[in-house]
């Protein structure tokens, strides 16, 4: 994939339908920031054969060193799905639970998150803080489980083994779920009825409280994570594979001849394929057979590293031509098994392309935010979204619009600060030069150097006896001129030296933030709302045609600032923005 421009970044901005803002979350060492390398070697961004060793978006030292994320990160990807073009905004979080700050932060300023769950650990301790969090802040979860090539190289399962392992992880986090969303209904049912009570007439006796009632009429079906509905991968991203049912079912529909509809719902669960008869059956373990997704998943991907493993040149050469790939004879001769491996499965079942569709198709736009959502971003510690004042109120419309027309309020969120060092900013890298500077950088050089050479022979002629007076003088006024001009010369470059180590030395801040509403542009005044920012108290303080200007009347926990600079984030570098339409996330 080629490496895309920044002007194209920009121009995926402006299109709000085709953003995703998602963040990687999961149980530490669970494979996150080499899922992340396995996304951003897509856009050519690093080698896919570095993925998962160079842990990119790991930009600090003491990351690299210790070999986990203590910092989110962020880096926007280009996305291409038929005719549909999508700016992914992807997070990576840390893990650990040192670090569940970051997560907290990183949750906020997205509409989606992908849960990844290592497929021999199974669901840890804060696997579940994770889905509690996207839970509570009202974001869509995607599952990717990761690691499955553990279940082959170390565990030494069989598919069928593999196959109910694999189901029984995905009760566990159904399960999670499940119980986040029970409690939520009976929060609900118990504020309704606190809101309902009256002095009843009845005796406690014929009192009876039933805790199921009204969780059967609310339908939680979309909640669960399920292969058939779409929002599960299977995958080893140290091993670059990655696929959804739904790829088996295009493959399966067109060789059997059964509907892909009709795969995509039988190939997870108790279904059999009954050859003779080419139908699919229900009930396979009461009949003793292999379920669908064992014989027509699982199998394959087995028998595949077995072959790889044990060097079964025959077998990898007609896996090979069957599936139509192209293998370099560096990859095949390769020492090791796992780099001829990798080759073979990121082209069979490239990991980027299914979780980044899986991410496009189930993941909600900005445009999509849930008017749940605004209000607990509008509201602040325990005040309730209706005890606002109700010009605060009306910007709940300006944020489910998510509208960057002229006209409407600039909104933007931020959620952490981090600080940088000069020399990262953009402004103060050097930039590749123009052929008219590098040529007259090289005619510099070129006088320069007559010049020393010049000064060299003039100094031979100094040296030799003289034979009259006058060539004598003028050497020796020739040379204190010189020796002056160089010791100017090298105070000015010692000066300059201190200043620009100074300037390298200094350290910005830079705010992690989304748009919610309008169009940030450089140079623009706006006002600072703290966290203890309170509209009920302050805006009474102010007129309605506010200016953002310095005279402001003293209003706690707010101030006006000048927008210098507008970054777009790449990870480790940050690219120059004039401007950042609504949905987007900058710096």
């Known amino acids: 994939m080629v490496l895309t421009s920044v002007e194209k970044m920009v121009g995926l901005q402006k299109k709000a339908s085709g953003v995703r803002n998602i963040c990687i979350l999961a149980h530490v060492d669970h494979g996150k920031t080499t899922l992340a390398d396995c996304l951003i070697s897509s856009n050519g961004i690093i080698s896919s054969r570095l993925a998962g060793k160079l842990r990119y978006l790991d930009s600090r030292e003491d990351e690299q060193i210790r070999g986990i994320t203590m910092k989110s990160s962020a880096i926007s990807l280009h996305f291409v799905k038929g005719d549909q073009e999508y700016l992914i905004n992807l997070i990576d979080s840390p893990g650990h639970v040192d670090f569940s700050s970051e997560v907290s932060t990183a949750v906020r300023l997205c509409d989606g998150c992908i849960i990844v769950v290592d497929a021999v650990e199974g669901v840890c301790p804060q696997t579940q803080a994770v889905l509690r969090q996207a839970w509570l802040e009202n974001i869509r979860p995607v599952l990717v489980i990761n690691k499955i090539d553990r279940l082959i190289v170390e565990l030494k399962l069989t598919p069928q083994e593999a196959y109910l392992h694999l189901k029984n992880i995905l009760e566990q986090i159904n399960a999670v779920t499940g119980t986040l969303f029970t409690s939520k209904v009976l929060e609900e049912r118990a504020e309704k009825e606190t809101e309902s009570e009256s002095v009843s007439d009845l005796s406690p006796g014929d009192q009876i409280y039933d805790w199921s009632t009204g969780l059967e009429d609310t339908d939680d079906s979309h909640l669960y994570f399920s292969p058939e509905h779409g929002n599960v991968v299977f995958a080893s991203a140290i091993d670059g594979w990655g696929f959804g049912i739904e790829h088996f079912a295009k493959l399966y529909s067109q060789k059997i001849g059964i509907k892909p509809a009709v795969l995509l719902k039988t190939l997870w669960g108790d279904y059999y394929l009954n ?6 059956m229900k009930g396979d373990q009461s009949k003793g057979k292999k379920p669908l997704f064992v014989q027509l998943v699982l199998d394959n991907i087995w028998s595949l590293y077995e072959a790889v493993m044990k060097r079964d040149k025959e077998k990898i050469e007609k896996i090979v031509t069957s599936l139509g790939l192209r ?62 004042p109700p010009e605060t109120r009306e910007l709940k419309s300006a944020f489910m619009k998510c509208s960057s027309e002229g006209t409407a309020p600039v909104i933007v969120f931020v959620s952490k600060m981090f600080p940088v060092d000069a020399k990262a900013l953009p402004q103060n890298k050097p930039r590749p030069l123009t052929q008219e500077e590098i040529a007259h950088r090289r005619e510099l050089a070129k006088r320069r150097h007559a010049e020393k050479l010049a000064a060299s022979q003039g100094k031979e002629l100094s040296e030799k006896p003289p034979s009259e007076n006058s060539p004598e003088v003028t050497g020796n006024t020739g040379d204190t001129k010189g020796e002056e001009q160089q010791l100017t010369a ?11 180590q100074e300037a390298d030395n200094k350290e910005y801040f830079i705010a992690f933030a989304r748009v919610f509403s309008g169009v940030v542009k450089r140079g623009q005044k706006i006002f600072v709302l703290g966290p203890k920012y309170d509209p009920a108290e302050s805006l009474h303080k102010l007129s309605s045609q506010c200016p953002t200007t310095d005279d402001l009347p003293a209003v706690p926990h707010m101030t006006c600032c000048t927008l210098e600079n507008l970054y777009l984030l790449m990870g480790r570098e940050l690219e120059d923005l004039e401007e950042v339409p609504a949905g987007n996330v900058l710096g």
Not at 275 to 280: C, G, L, N, Q, T
Not at 327 to 339: L, Q, T, Y
Not at 352 to 364: R, T
Not at 490 to 500: H, I, L
Request: aromatic share 2%; with cysteine; charged share 25%.
């Open 275 to 280: 050859a003779k008869a080419k139908k699919i």
């Open 327 to 388: 293998i370099g004879a560096r990859e095949s001769r390769h020492a090791d098994p796992k780099v001829h491996l990798n080759a073979i499965c990121s082209q069979w079942l490239p990991i980027s392309d299914a979780v980044l569709s899986m991410v496009c198709n189930k993941i909600p736009s900005p445009l999509d935010i849930t008017a749940e959502r605004v209000e607990k971003l509008m509201c602040v510690g325990a005040r309730t979204f209706d005890s606002l």
């Open 490 to 500: 090298r105070g000015d470059s010692m000066t300059s030296k201190a200043v620009k």
